[in-house]
Nanobody, 111 residues
Framework: QVQLVESGGGLVQAGGSLRLSCAAS????????MAWYRQAAGKQRELVAL???????NYADSVKGRFTISRDGAKNTVYLQMNSLKPEDTAVYYC?????WGQGTQVTVSS
């Protein structure tokens, strides 16, 4: 089972930026996309962004134009650049590939 480790979360003021990283224990890029999800307190986990093997991307409407997902195949790492953060972006962010999930990283945006 591939291991995924997220990092880069933290506390930031509204309007600020963070970059999350998800490092995989082995090469993961295949026909299966890599994705970032988030789960706010008391809410269901939701898809934030995904990147396919051909580097095509999809985003939740709530983050379009503010978040960018990218990947570095040589490092087996996927990134989520988050700009213009809002308090409603506060959540635990998880990366996902097939059935593998990371442990999550907390992002807190203060108003």
């Amino acid at each position: 089972q591939v291991q995924l480790v997220e990092s880069g979360g933290g506390l930031v003021q509204a309007g600020g930026s963070l970059r999350l990283s998800c490092a995989a224990s082995e090469s993961i890029f295949s026909i299966n996309p890599m994705a970032w999800y988030r789960q706010a307190a008391g809410k269901q986990r939701e898809l934030v962004a995904l990147i396919a093997d051909d580097r095509s991307t999809n985003y939740a409407d709530s983050v379009k134009g503010r978040f960018t997902i990218s990947r570095d195949g040589a490092k087996n790492t996927v990134y989520l650049q988050m700009n213009s953060l809002k308090p409603e972006d506060t959540a635990v962010y998880y990366c996902n590939w097939r059935s593998a999930w990371g442990q999550g990283t907390q992002v807190t945006v203060s108003s």
